[in-house]
């Protein structure tokens, strides 16, 4: 079984502030992860995933999450937030057989002029 | 050149009503899948095709058909429709079933049942 959590729902940063979003992950094998972001009335687009190798993975838009296997997490950063980083967040994971992507409920993330 | 392409952007109708929703995707992926977001934003997969074949069929009532004519496509048709019915329905197509690859999602279809 997987599962996804990501620890609040929303989260308002000031521009020019640290991005964190926290997401942490449940899958009984070793775990495929990923983040995507959705702008408001879009499809989901991928920011950054994890598959194998470097543990820190760098994506889209400033953006990158580190995979940390002892603590189950996989938290997504970015070290200046832009207005246009306003949208909705979802963490995704997928263990190796497993036969789907599972989501996380997602986060709201608000950029604060 | 749009990736995955939806039709209609929106749809409102009544209940009771059958209506279709269409996909189609312009990657040469083996894989296409059908998700259903929620108002609270809940994403969750109802189905997936591989070459053409059913491979995930979730709890989904029967009202819910889809049919993959051919690799590029794959429509979701909807019987009878009902007001839980409405939510924002999203395909998604990948390269194959393997786990390590990413979905590339369509711009949705927002249903209203009213």
């Known amino acids: 079984a997987q599962s996804v959590t990501q620890l609040g729902s929303h989260v308002s940063v000031s521009e020019g502030a640290l991005v964190l979003l926290r997401c942490n992950y449940s899958s009984s094998v070793p775990p495929y992860l990923f983040w995507y972001v959705q702008y408001p009335n879009q499809g989901l687009q991928l920011l950054l995933k994890?598959?194998?190798?470097?543990?820190l993975v760098k994506g889209i838009n400033g953006f990158e999450a580190e995979f940390k296997k002892s603590e189950t997490s996989f938290h997504l950063t970015k070290p200046s937030a832009h207005m246009s980083d306003a949208a909705e967040y979802f963490c995704a994971v997928r263990g190796g057989s497993a036969r789907q992507l599972t989501f996380g409920s997602g986060t709201q993330l608000t950029v604060l002029p | 050149d749009t990736a995955v392409s939806q039709t209609p952007k929106y749809l409102v109708t009544q209940m009771g009503n059958d209506k279709s929703i269409k996909c189609e995707q312009n990657?040469?992926?083996?894989?296409m899948y059908w998700y259903k977001q929620d108002s609270k934003k809940f994403l969750k997969i109802m189905f997936s095709?591989?070459?053409?074949?059913?491979?995930i069929n979730e709890t989904v009532p029967n009202r819910f058909s889809p049919k993959s004519p051919d690799k590029a496509h794959l429509n979701l048709h909807i019987n009878s429709l009902e007001l839980g019915d409405s939510a924002v329905y999203f395909c998604a197509s990948s390269q194959d079933t393997s786990s390590y690859n990413e979905q590339f999602f369509g711009p949705g279809t927002r249903l209203t049942v009213l």
């Open positions: 994890y598959t194998t190798g470097a543990t």
């Open positions: 990657l040469g992926h083996d894989t």
């Open positions: 095709y591989n070459n053409k074949e059913l491979i």
